[in-house]
């Protein structure tokens, strides 16, 4: 399986902009790219994904490079409820259904006022 | 209804006891997971369902058994556990539909703990 790298942890200030990056130089071309993010004592939450072009949600953006060896989180204002471990994932789509999240080791995302 | 519920949300069991993890989805999902997580750690699948059909079994001990009685229930047999095994068990289902998001959604977990 193809593998995810990211720093163990950020800081940020409230209401600022938040860059969280992520390398995934093993990337196959059927893979997906996730950002899932975890909050302390509650299972992941889905955050992001895209597959070669950058994407916009209602919580943040994601940005892929034109290579798909890396991309780049963006938070757009923190806030001190986005403190959580973010991960960096590759997502494989099972031939009987379902699919497969390879997480990254994840990074700390600390939000300070 | 967005939610994936899993009982207990806590567990303390001896090496030779049974027990079993329960999680429930109604959101039509179609694939259900178990993922093991560890203190500081990313979770780590270990078993998909897809269709109830074991379709993805991650070289789990066999002292760990999976079940999916129908389409909305998952469930975890435990027996014969090690302390190494003590973790948080997460849930998780997703649509199976060509077209959809696929997003995972998860359960909050049980926190396990063999003595």
């Known amino acids: 399986d193809a593998k995810t790298t990211q720093p163990n942890s950020m800081e940020s200030n409230e209401e600022e902009p938040v860059h969280l990056p992520c390398n995934h130089s093993t990337i196959s071309g059927t893979d997906y790219i996730h950002w899932y993010r975890q909050l302390p004592s509650q299972g992941p939450e889905y955050v992001i994904h895209?597959?070669?072009s950058n994407v916009n949600n209602r919580m943040a953006s994601l940005a892929i490079a034109e290579d798909r060896k890396s991309s780049t989180l963006i938070l757009h204002r923190a806030t001190l409820r986005d403190a959580a471990v973010y991960y960096c994932?590759?997502?494989?789509?099972?031939?009987?259904?379902?699919?497969?999240?390879?997480f990254g080791t994840g990074t700390q995302l600390k939000v300070e006022l | 209804d967005t939610e994936v519920t899993q009982t207990p949300k806590h567990l303390v069991m001896g090496m030779t006891n049974k027990k079993s993890l329960k999680c429930e989805q109604h959101m039509g999902h179609r694939a259900m997971y178990w993922y093991k997580q560890k203190a500081k750690k990313p979770p780590e699948l270990m078993f998909v369902y897809s269709y109830e059909k074991l379709s993805i079994n991650e070289s789990v001990p066999s002292r760990f058994s999976p079940e999916c009685p129908n389409s909305s229930l998952l469930n975890l047999h435990l027996h014969a556990l090690q302390p190494e095994d003590s973790a948080l068990y997460l849930c998780?289902?997703?649509?199976?539909?060509?077209?959809?998001?696929?997003?995972?959604?998860f359960g909050p977990g049980t926190r396990l703990t063999v003595t």
């Open positions: 994932i590759l997502r494989s789509d099972l031939t009987g259904g379902g699919n497969k999240l390879t």
């Open positions: 895209g597959l070669t």
């Open positions: 998780a289902s997703s649509d199976n539909l060509a077209g959809r998001i696929y997003e995972q959604y």
